[in-house]
């Protein structure tokens, strides 16, 4: 669209580009053009060409995404509206039928780039399954197949993304969660079952002291492979020999959890060693403490840190979401594999069941409170949101994470409680059997209560990291249902001072206050105006078919007639495409 724009006899003329690429020039309503660069480099170095042969004021440089950048597109933005308003008034007449062959063009001009671009990418999918329908036999796919990248035994480590004078710039290739990381969670899977079922079977002080020093161990491990695997890009055939190096010292790290503090504590700290030498000594939080006060320090070393930490890497929101919630999932899921015994009863419908059943409701909640509430409608992640509110979010994860497998482990053994009625021994197999107890230990009650009420504490906290959209007529604020959560919490973590209550009623008081806290979670997520049991609005389709091919759709439609699709083909010019 060319404008003309005021005070000058120029023409404003944008060369707009397909979805996907960004316009590099653009011509300001004053007549002067802004020059659009990706790096601080590139800007200092076309600022430096063009005044060379231009006068200063006749050109502007901004780097893409910065304020001045945005400024610009706005201030451009309402130009042309303006100048669309004058010209829609001065010619009314021929206006509307200009924009509807204008935007029939847009449309056909777009669906011409997604053929001929966007199709590009979909070829080396297509290749992979079969042919798509663009080859027409034009393609060598015997050279194409002689085409394939070998497997380096070394390659030089490439950061994925980095931040640069308060840009962040990251690598254009999506970041997927490589199978030796699926690798390692499935160790870990094991280690979280022998650590839990450790400290259950020992619930005193020095139990939960054994088991937040072991368990804090494992878990520094898991994060450090996590973020070496965020932070650089090798794909090659050491990387997998590290990684295997890693599995080995977790196995022999594994092996001596259980009498760690008894007779193995060297060899379990010795396979430590040999994995966390070189990362701990780093430390991630030191470096983003160092980060910030060289950005903000005036003293002589400020400037030196600030050239040192000019670059640095910056961690993927995606890959350390996607990384964690694999986490998470894998302790629900050790949860409800603890919750697993052998009835060898002809009626097995007992208080063992019931308790199973309500730990297995127990452990859904959490997930759904966790994923789904928690985890929907997110304006701003935290890792996003405030440095803060980031470090707060990483941190916050590694109590909520030993609370909750404390807790898992301690609801097994009180599953297996014959501490009440209907909870005969003799109907278990023999292995379950000689593990239950007649009397639970104050220390298991503890474990399984505070462990709960600390995870649902952490759980509060990680959602008020996180910015949630709002809107108009919520029936309860995140605030709100935040409070009744917190006070369950601590009702939870109290509830062992009742010692009258037996493993079934401890497991049900339990699995009920979670159950009100997702109620009322899911209640304050509705609208007013609409109704909480059931939504009353009917199901609408829709498609795009213009002209007489739509009258036809709907005339079938009231006869109840099969649509010819090949008759819907031919187009109202009568062309019809070729099979």
Not at 58 to 63: Q, Y
Not at 494 to 511: D, N, Q, Y
Not at 572 to 579: D, Q
Request: net charge neutral; hydrophobic share 45%; proline share 3%.
């Amino acid at each position: 669209m060319a404008s003309t724009p005021a005070g000058t006899g120029s023409t404003i003329d944008h060369t707009v580009p397909h979805t996907g690429q960004r316009l590099k020039h653009l011509l300001k309503p004053d007549g002067r053009r802004l020059h659009v660069v990706a790096s601080p480099e590139e800007h200092a170095r076309l600022h430096k060409s063009l005044s060379a042969v231009e006068p200063e004021g006749n050109f502007d440089v901004c780097l893409h995404g910065s304020p001045e950048h945005l400024a610009t597109i706005r201030e451009i933005h309402a130009h042309h509206e303006e100048r669309r308003g004058q010209l829609r008034k001065k010619h009314a007449s021929i206006y509307d039928e200009f924009e509807h062959v204008h935007r029939q063009l847009e449309a056909l001009s777009n669906e011409l780039h997604h053929l001929a671009e966007h199709g590009v990418s979909l070829d080396a999918n297509f290749s992979k399954f079969g042919r798509s329908t663009s080859d027409h036999g034009q393609r060598d796919w015997d050279a194409e197949r002689r085409q394939g990248r070998s497997l380096k035994l070394w390659k030089r480590p490439v950061v994925r993304q980095y931040l640069h004078k308060g840009l962040i710039w990251r690598s254009s290739e999506l970041q997927e969660v490589a199978s030796f990381e699926l690798f390692v969670d499935l160790l870990y899977v094991g280690i979280i079952a022998i650590i839990g079922d450790n400290a259950a079977e020992d619930p005193t002080g020095f139990g939960l002291l054994k088991f937040t020093i072991v368990f804090s161990i494992g878990w520094k491990i898991w994060s450090d492979v996590q973020m070496i695997t965020s932070w650089l890009e090798t794909d090659d055939i050491v990387q997998r020999l590290c990684i295997m190096l890693v599995m080995t010292c977790l196995f022999g790290y594994t092996l001596n959890i259980v009498e760690a503090f008894e007779t193995t504590y060297t060899m379990m700290v010795a396979f430590y060693i040999w994995i966390t030498i070189f990362v701990d000594i780093i430390g991630q939080g030191i470096l983003i403490l160092l980060v910030r006060w060289a950005q903000r320090s005036k003293t002589r070393i400020g400037p030196l840190f600030r050239k040192w930490f000019e670059f640095h890497p910056s961690l993927n929101i995606e890959h350390k979401t996607e990384r964690t919630n694999a986490f998470v999932t894998l302790v629900f899921g050790y949860s409800v594999v603890a919750l697993l015994y052998q009835n060898r009863a002809a009626y097995g419908i007992n208080a063992f069941f019931g308790k199973a059943i309500l730990g297995l409701i127990q452990v859904f909640f959490f997930n759904w409170l966790y994923f789904e509430i928690d985890g929907w409608n997110i304006h701003t992640h935290a890792i996003r949101r405030h440095f803060a509110s980031s470090i707060i979010w990483i941190v916050i994860h590694l109590p909520f994470i030993m609370s909750y497998v404390l807790a898992g482990a301690s609801l097994s053994k009180l599953v297996l409680a014959h501490d009440c009625r209907d909870a005969d021994p003799e109907t278990l197999t023999e292995g379950y059997g000689a593990s239950s107890e007649g009397e639970i230990r104050p220390g298991l009650r503890w474990f399984y209560s505070v462990g709960l009420g600390v995870a649902l504490l952490c759980m509060s906290i990680i959602s008020v990291c996180h910015v949630h959209k709002k809107f108009d007529g919520q029936r309860v604020t995140k605030r709100s249902r935040l409070v009744l959560r917190i006070a369950v919490a601590v009702v939870i973590i109290c509830l062992p001072l009742a010692e009258s209550l037996s493993s079934l009623g401890l497991i049900s008081t339990t699995t009920g206050l979670i159950g009100l806290v997702l109620v009322f979670d899911l209640y304050g997520c509705t609208f007013v105006g609409e109704s909480f049991l059931r939504d009353r609005r009917k199901c609408k389709y829709w498609a795009d078919c213009p002209g007489s091919r739509r009258r036809a759709v709907d005339e079938a439609m009231k006869t109840g007639a099969t649509v010819n699709v090949e008759e819907l083909a031919v187009d109202e010019k009568g062309y019809v495409p070729a099979p």
